[in-house]
């Protein structure tokens, strides 16, 4: 059954979230299911890849409990104070194999679509801008994606202005639009977070090795030379951002 | 309540008089020094510790406690299934001795304490109370296992926290553990150590998650030493195992502490004991006897490896091995030929680390069936005298303020004496606990 946003299911898994605890705010992390749910709730029209190398990464096992601030039952609190670094190479593996699936199934619905056209899927995904210019370049680079057209120098095939709108896409459906975003303390704004998700996304330099190292290469065969790698690497560095894991 | 005819009218009188007794000898035993049997180096570090658990219960007479049958006894009181030419000892330190099932350890026996004679509980409660009495050296459940003390102890922050092959006991410690498969599959799948680093490096505000990517920054040389070490060891023709990976957290500085779990082997032969247990327990203790050749092959230098000041000592001189099991079995065969758990006498082997030569502590005996009041042959430990070390053999002997059963939390603190850390302030062991002399070099 193909879950879908409705407000009662948000404010539901909302509750089932924050009602378990991992630090000094009595919160913890998501369960990699649960984090596939988000995803399967953010982007209905996804795919979740039903392979085995995601098996471990949807239960909790001898080998990763211990990662994931398991409560005591004797008295409910958890297990470990604070992540390890284990917690953290396993959570973002996990969160790369899920985003990995999910922007893979894009890239096939792309190559399958009629030449010449978009996928009207991935306009689901990535809604086109209002402005001309950045929307005439948004098809441009979807169409060259779907029909492997590989630009020479994909670090900087996307034009700045495009970033930012894909970081602004990605950012508001994972975590939430700017009222909430801005609704989160006095320290925190819409726009802080996303300077630092785009700083991120470009440092991640998603068509080198850093981003090739997460299994990427394999998994998006056309992301070094699409928007595609793009919006993997930016879901990948959104889905890891605290307020995306804590909510 | 005194006419009550199932209790004695003189009960809480005696529970009164023992009390105060009880009182007396662990007051007494406090003024002891912390100090140890068996010799020890003097260590200018602290030692990492290897906790081996080896379910099912050993009948230690078959490895770590060999026994001759006294004259006048049979079958019927204690079965044994060697001869006394089957017992072996060390070359150098004869009274090192360990049963056919454990000649595997015979080259490590100058280097090992080996505790005899220890009582679990008068009655049996079960596998998984006792193992983990063993292992904590305390059945509240408060504590965690010696290897989680260890490291809650330590207080130093550890990567990896317990490197283990199966569930850990932590008790009220807030400690994390790291599984042993999971850092052998580390090997085999992307790491996404440098993607996360960039990601930190980029910026971001105070986290327990942006934490958790700077402890990746800060172990980066120890996280590349580890893997280098387990891609040499890789290429040797024995796969890698679960003490390859606490032996390269040890030496790679991501770890201090271990568990390993030895759960392939059937030690609980409730039947057929005589053609199942031995050939189980001599597994066990080749395996263990495996990983202390293991640890003997890795040049280690605490912060100094390869450096022109090494003195040639291995990662077995700088880990402290404990193998423990839940309990012994009872000394008879039953109906089934097999032999049944026996709480009142057990034995555990300290090995490595600043161990320099081999000593015995404690003793157990059989009682005969034709002595015992229960009309079944008993196999159990003997009490000690802790301000000498001797055991203590009758009545008479026994002085009330140093004489007691050994149990797990007195072998706990010697252990933690060895490793420099008294688990009384911790809380590991009670505060009462009796201490062992030591005879230092």
Redesign the interface.
């Known amino acids: 059954m193909r879950l879908r946003f409705s407000p009662a299911f948000a404010v539901g898994f909302a509750i089932l979230l924050t009602g378990f605890s991992f630090t000094e705010r009595w919160m913890r992390y998501p369960r990699p299911d649960e984090i596939l749910m988000i995803f399967q709730d953010r982007f209905p029209d996804g795919f979740i890849h039903p392979a085995m190398e995601m098996n471990s990464c949807r239960q909790l096992t001898t080998d990763n409990r211990s990662f994931l601030g398991d409560n005591r039952p004797a008295d409910g609190k958890p297990i470990v104070a604070e992540p390890n670094l284990h917690f953290a190479k396993w959570y973002a593996s996990c969160l790369a194999d899920a985003v990995g699936n999910e922007v893979a199934f894009l890239i096939r619905r792309q190559s399958q679509a009629q030449a010449g056209s978009v996928d009207s899927k991935v306009l689901e995904w990535l809604p086109a801008p209002t402005e001309p210019s950045l929307r005439e370049e948004m098809r441009d680079l979807i169409h060259k994606a779907g029909t492997q057209q590989k630009p020479a120098n994909p670090a900087v095939s996307i034009s700045p202005e495009l970033r930012i709108y894909i970081v602004t896409q990605v950012v508001a459906r994972l975590i939430g639009p700017d009222p909430v975003l801005n609704g989160k303390g006095p320290l925190f704004s819409a726009q802080q977070l996303r300077q630092q998700v785009l700083a991120s996304v470009d440092a991640l330099d998603f068509s080198e090795a850093g981003f090739q190292s997460m299994g990427f290469k394999t998994r998006l065969q056309h992301s070094e030379s699409s928007i595609f790698g793009y919006l993997a690497a930016t879901m990948l560095v959104v889905g890891l951002q605290d307020e995306f894991l804590m909510q | 309540m005194a006419d009550h005819p199932l209790i004695h009218p003189l009960s809480r009188r005696l529970f009164l008089k023992g009390a105060a007794s009880t009182s007396a000898l662990f007051g007494l035993a406090n003024l002891a020094p912390l100090e140890l049997w068996g010799d020890v180096a003097s260590q200018d570090t602290t030692p990492f510790l290897v906790l081996i658990k080896a379910p099912g219960g050993m009948d230690v007479t078959l490895g770590l406690d060999p026994l001759i049958r006294p004259a006048g006894t049979d079958d019927q009181d204690m079965f044994i299934e060697y001869t006394p030419n089957e017992i072996r000892s060390h070359p150098t330190q004869n009274d090192m001795r360990v049963g056919p099932s454990a000649t595997a350890l015979v080259p490590f026996l100058d280097q090992a304490l080996i505790f005899n004679g220890i009582v679990m509980n008068e009655s049996d409660n079960g596998h998984t109370a006792n193992l983990n009495y063993a292992a904590t050296a305390n059945g509240q459940?408060k504590n965690a296992s010696l290897a989680g003390e260890v490291l809650f102890s330590r207080r130093a922050p550890q990567?990896?926290?317990v490197v283990a092959n199966?569930?850990?006991i932590?008790g009220?410690r807030?400690?994390?553990?790291?599984?042993t498969?999971?850092i052998l599959?580390?090997l085999n799948?992307?790491?996404?150590?440098?993607?996360?680093e960039?990601?930190q490096?980029?910026?971001?505000g105070d986290?327990?998650?942006?934490?958790?990517?700077r402890?990746?920054s800060a172990?980066k040389v120890e996280a590349g030493e580890l893997t280098r070490l387990l891609k040499i060891w890789q290429a040797a023709p024995v796969p890698l195992e679960d003490f390859h990976a606490a032996a390269a957290a040890f030496a790679s500085g991501m770890a201090s502490a271990a568990e390993i779990t030895l759960n392939s082997f059937s030690l609980d032969t409730h039947s057929d004991h005589p053609r199942r247990h031995q050939e189980a327990q001599i597994r066990v203790w080749e395996r263990v006897a495996a990983i202390f050749s293991f640890f003997r092959t890795i040049p280690f230098e605490p912060k100094r490896v390869s450096s022109a000041s090494a003195t040639g000592t291995s990662l077995f001189d700088h880990t402290l091995f404990v193998v423990v099991s839940d309990f012994s079995r009872t000394p008879y065969l039953n109906a089934s030929k097999g032999k049944d758990h026996n709480p009142l006498t057990n034995s555990v082997l300290v090995a490595g680390g600043p161990i320099k030569r081999g000593r015995v502590i404690g003793q157990s005996r059989l009682v005969p069936r034709g002595d015992s009041s229960s009309g079944e042959a008993m196999h159990i430990g003997l009490p000690l005298d802790y301000s000498t070390g001797a055991t203590i053999t009758s009545r008479a002997e026994a002085a009330p303020a140093s004489v007691n059963f050994l149990h797990p939390e007195n072998v706990a603190h010697t252990v933690g004496a060895l490793m420099g850390i008294d688990f009384r302030k911790s809380g590991t062991v009670p505060q009462t606990t009796l201490t062992l002399p030591l005879d230092r070099k």
């Open positions: 459940g990567p990896f926290g199966s569930t850990v932590l009220k807030a400690l994390a553990v790291t599984q498969g999971t599959q580390s799948s992307p790491d996404p150590s440098e993607f996360l960039r990601i490096q980029a910026g971001g986290s327990p998650f942006r934490r958790s990517l402890a990746i172990a």
